[in-house]
């Protein structure tokens, strides 16, 4: 049973933020390490697709899945926080 409201499938994020000469120049390596070394292992548990190239038998597949159209920034983050934190006072 994959409910339309939500399911149990986990999804990692990983970002590595342009901070121009302050960003940490070994981010990228440290999240290029994460993608390789522990995404198989996770693909076997929650078998979602994420990445180019991966693939999942079809049938472990969450049948509503989301894809968004535009890429997580940090406006659209901080918009997303507050939509949480307005909802939360509201219901306090």
Known sequence: MDPAEGNYTLKE???????GEETNPL????????????RPDLMNTYPLPLYEGETADGNAMSANSK?????????????HQEISENAKAAIQ
């Open 13 to 19: 994020g990983l970002a590595v933020v342009d901070h």
């Open 67 to 79: 894809t968004f159209p535009e890429p997580l920034t940090v406006d659209l983050l901080e918009k």
């Open 27 to 38: 981010a990228m390596e440290m999240v290029q390490c994460i993608i390789e070394k522990g």
